[in-house]
């Protein structure tokens, strides 16, 4: 899948196995961090999308994605209403 994900962003076709790796560790490093971020801000209850927002509010890029993405949805579920 990692390797798949690197090919679409630009990779050669089939990477170095290695890098395959390399990769993998740092997402799941990276997703290990976020998630032990959001649970923490969300005080031992059920994540909310404040506890998500939470842990990005150091990453603007992150932050402002995010937000448009949100919008998004709200755009597109508001047009699924009118049909």
Do not use: I, N, W
């Not at 969300?42 to 509010?57: C, M, N, S």
């Amino acid at each position: 899948e990692v390797a798949r994900l690197m090919y679409g962003f630009g990779d050669a076709p089939t990477p170095h196995p290695d890098t395959v790796e390399l990769v993998t560790l740092l997402l799941h490093e990276y997703l290990q961090e976020y998630c032990t971020a959001v649970l923490a801000a969300a005080g031992g209850r059920k994540p909310k999308l404040p506890a998500f927002l939470h842990a990005l509010r150091h990453d603007h890029k992150k932050l402002v994605r995010v937000h448009e993405l949100l919008a998004l949805d709200q755009e597109l579920t508001s047009a699924r209403a009118t049909f």
